[in-house]
């Protein structure tokens, strides 16, 4: 910069100026000459001041407009938050309220369960309600009671209206420690202290769980695979051993009840829903969940509870079965089990993705919430272009994904899609959302896992070629326009499912059985060795 300005007094060329003035005889060139300076003094030298204050003002210009964007983007985002949790409130509230007008006083509950525990935490932020189902953060609480947004209800609730009293769903409590055993209460409350000065992690996040049902359960649900033979025998073979051997009351999804009463009118002891909207309804009135199919059933079963999800026994009736660690032969040893209890758990943290329209002026514009068990997936759909996305982690910058796309995964789908793309393998029980690019086309793209309490939003870029395309769980797929976000936290409902033996058992065996993972002939022990020599 010294340099250029130095130039430029010598360019302005007083000297020259002069002498160019003092010579009569050079006429029309004299003309041109002083012509040619009147423009270096009207044009260069204010054109060359006027470069450094543009190019200073243009700076200033860009960190307004970077800090304003950011306030514009961290208010969008608060505003879309608030209104969702708003809505879900107001749901909530006016849901709970029909039930408390109908429902008997409650008895024999934890306490934890009373009605105003019920709506008024609901008031609390996604975090602090997540903190109290033992989700990430705060972790160590001895008791998660999966009640705390469940009320009883009173008559006629049923979704569809025809079984009519809405059952008192059994009540249970987890604990961390193995099948019931309570590890014992030392440093409960705290995962760090700061004692004389010592930092130490007083619990671990991630402890096996255990389930102990405190009262018997009573209603249970069967989602089942779709098309197959096997899986619809089976699910006819439990729902009569449910009903006369353990006196349950079976819900199943409307196309099965359909199919079950086309095969026989003794099936009308099985219920359903009607319509979508009843869905919501069904979890303050389910106790558990069976599954009869692969992972997709797995994922199938816990997208139909958008709130709370009751535990999950899933078992294997597809080809890989990852999540599903029961055998379908077993089924009457396994359910008697877990009827009885206590059983392990596996706690599979869920993602819970929030499209921020570009064109969207106001809350009610905001869309609604979708819950991910395995990742939500930003790709380029049928564009042959590059996708572009500016990826954000709490509204700090973390990098543009120029490639196919990037999946946001849970830990537990970190064996899925993630996995693919050349994501870790991640154990189910570690909290933390695994950031993976799909095809960078970069040498130095590695994949991230970021910590659960953040909040992750992939931006497409106003400038961006194409639109890009999102993906839930694999499923019902959304267009981002240019301008458009996808914001992506974890969710405050996990995903209880039953292990066969515990967690870590169950993820080493399907990493094993179900990916071959690491299957290597072992090495024969004839032949070299290596020699040790003494040290001198
Ligand atoms: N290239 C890929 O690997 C790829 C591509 C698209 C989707 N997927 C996965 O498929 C999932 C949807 O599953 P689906 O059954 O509805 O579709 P699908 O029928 O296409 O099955 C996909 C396969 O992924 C396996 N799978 C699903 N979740 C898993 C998990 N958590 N761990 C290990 N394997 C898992 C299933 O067992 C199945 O074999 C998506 O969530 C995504 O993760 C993977
Ligand atoms: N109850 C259901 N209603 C509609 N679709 C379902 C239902 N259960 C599963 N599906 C869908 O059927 C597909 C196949 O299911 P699933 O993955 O369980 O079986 P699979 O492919 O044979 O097993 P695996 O995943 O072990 O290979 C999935 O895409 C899943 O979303």
């Known amino acids: ?57 243009s700076e200033a210009l860009r960190t307004v407009a970077k800090a304003l964007r950011g306030s ?41 369960e009373s009605s105003s525990k019920g709506m008024d935490h609901l008031a609390k932020s996604p975090r602090s309600h997540g903190q109290e189902n033992g989700k990430s953060g705060r972790y160590p609480l001895e008791r998660i009671c999966s009640h705390d947004v469940l009320q009883d209800g009173g008559e006629s609730n049923s979704p569809n209206g025809s079984n009519n009293k809405l059952k008192r769903k059994a009540s249970f409590k987890l604990s961390w420690g193995c099948k019931g055993q309570q590890a014992n209460d030392q440093h409960k409350k705290e995962i760090v202290s700061f004692e004389s000065g010592n930092i130490t992690t007083a619990d671990r996040s991630s402890k096996q769980i255990s ?105 294997s009736m597809g080809s890989l079965g990852f999540m599903t660690p029961f055998h379908s032969e077993q089924y009457r040893d396994c359910l008697e089990a877990v009827l009885k209890g206590p059983i392990s758990i596996t706690l599979r943290h869920r993602l819970q993705c929030h499209i921020i329209r570009d064109k969207a002026r106001h809350d009610y514009e905001t869309e609604e919430n979708t819950l991910v068990l395995n990742e939500v997936t930003i790709d380029r ?16 910058f973390v990098t543009c994904v120029q490639g196919d796309g990037l999946i946001l995964s849970t830990t537990s789908g970190s064996t899925a899609y993630s ?67 996808l914001v992506c936290s974890i969710a405050p409902w996990p995903v209880s499912t ?15 059985d179900g990916l071959h993972w690491n299957l290597r002939k072992t090495q024969s022990s004839d032949g070299p060795r290596d020699t040790i020599y003494p040290l001198l």
Not at 75 to 90: I, P, S, V
Not at 256 to 267: G, P, R
Not at 465 to 474: N, Q, T
């Open 211 to 315: 389930l102990t049902w405190e009262t018997s359960p009573q209603t249970v649900i069967i989602f089942t695979k779709p098309n197959s033979t096997s899986v619809r025998l089976l699910s006819v073979e439990m729902l009569r051993w449910l009903r006369e051997h353990k006196g349950l009351n079976v819900y199943v999804e409307p196309r099965v009840k359909a199919e079950l009463l086309a095969e026989s009118s003794s099936f009308d002891f099985v219920q359903t829903w009607e319509d979508d909207k009843e869905i919501s309804l069904l979890h303050p009135m389910i106790d558990l969940v069976i599954t009869l199919g692969g992972d997709g059933t797995v994922l199938w079963a816990a997208s139909m509870f958008k709130g709370p999800v009751p535990p999950i026994v899933p078992f």
């Open 72 to 112: 514009a983007e961290g208010k969008a985002l608060a505003q879309a938050e608030a209104a969702e949790w708003k809505r879900r409130y107001e749901l909530e509230r006016s849901k709970n309220q029909e039930l408390l007008n109908k429902a008997p006083p409650l008895n024999g509950v934890c306490a934890d």
């Open 381 to 396: 759909g049928i564009s042959s272009y590059l996708t572009n996305l500016e990826c954000y982690c709490d509204n700090s």
């Open 419 to 485: 996995l693919a793309a050349g994501g870790s393998m991640v154990h189910p029980q570690v909290p933390g959302i695994l950031f993976t690019p799909i095809c960078p086309h970069s040498l130095s793209f590695r994949p991230l896992i970021l910590p659960d309490h953040v909040t992750v939003r992939v931006q497409v870029p106003f400038n961006s070629r194409s639109s890009a395309w999102v993906s839930f769980d694999g499923k019902g797929r959304k267009q981002l326009e240019a301008g458009d976000a």
């Open 498 to 512: 039953a292990c066969q033996v515990e967690s870590t058992h169950d993820f080493l065996r399907s990493i094993h």
């Open 1 to 57: 910069m010294s340099s250029y300005k130095l130039n430029y007094t010598d360019a302005l060329g007083n000297g020259d100026a002069n002498s160019l003035g003092s010579n009569p005889e050079s006429g029309s060139s004299l003309a041109q000459s002083e012509k040619a300076v009147e423009e270096l003094l009207t044009q260069q030298t204010p054109m060359l001041a006027t470069d450094d204050h543009l190019i200073e003002f």
